[in-house]
C-alpha cells in the first residue's frame, strides 16, 4: 500500500475530551515503539536510503527534531495565544542535522528524553487546559491541546510506517 506524504494529510479534529489519556499514552509509547521498531539493525541498514526520501535514521532524527516544535505549541497554548507557531515546512533542521552521521542511541535516548518532557507536561493539564484551541497555521482549522496530542501521535505513526517500509525494502 502507498504511504501518502504528511503534508497531503487531512485531519478531522474532534476526539471527545475523554480520550485525551489515551491520546497521551499513545504519545508516551512513541519512542518506546521506535526502539523496539529498530534494535538489532546495522549501521548500515539504518543509513540506507531508498531513492530521495529519508533513511531509517534520518526518520528517527526527524522524530527527535519535531519535539521543540510540540513543545513551543504548549507553550502557545499555554499562553493563551491564537494561533500555534508554524512548522518549518522544508524540515531544515532534519536535512541539516546529518542524522546519519550520529550515533543511533544519541538519537533515540535524545528523542525519548525530549518526549519526555512533553508527556511529563501532557499529564499536568486539567480538563479546561485539554480542550483550549488556538488556529493550527498550515491547517487553517482550530486545534485543542488533545488534538495537538492526537497529531503528535499521528506523525509518530506516519514516520514509523516509513521506517517499516524501509526496513521491507532492505530485507528483499
Request: net charge negative; hydrophobic share 40%; charged share 30%.
Amino acid at each position: 500500500m502507498r504511504l501518502y506524504r504528511w503534508f497531503d494529510r487531512e485531519f478531522v479534529l474532534d476526539l471527545p475530551a475523554w480520550m485525551y489519556p489515551n491520546v497521551v499514552e499513545r504519545v508516551r509509547g512513541g519512542p518506546a515503539r521506535l526502539e523496539e521498531r529498530i534494535l538489532g539493525l546495522s549501521q548500515r541498514v539504518l543509513a540506507q536510503r531508498n531513492g530521495a526520501g529519508w533513511s531509517i535514521q534520518e526518520h528517527a532524527g526527524h522524530l527527535w527534531d519535531l519535539e521543540s516544535l510540540w513543545m513551543g505549541r504548549l507553550e502557545d497554548f499555554e499562553a493563551g495565544r491564537q494561533q500555534l507557531r508554524p512548522a518549518d515546512l522544508e524540515n531544515q533542521r532534519t536535512h541539516e542535522a546529518q542524522h546519519n552521521t550520529s550515533s543511533i542511541d544519541t538519537i533515540v535516548e535524545g528523542f525519548r528524553l525530549a518526549r519526555l518532557e512533553m508527556v511529563d507536561r501532557l499529564d499536568s493539564y486539567d480538563e479546561s487546559s485539554v480542550v483550549r484551541a488556538a488556529l493550527h497555521p498550515r491547517l487553517q482549522q482550530p486545534m485543542r491541546v488533545l488534538d495537538l496530542a492526537f497529531f503528535v501521535a499521528e506523525h509518530d505513526d506516519h514516520h514509523l510506517a516509513h521506517i517499516t517500509r524501509l526496513i521491507q525494502v532492505c530485507e528483499r
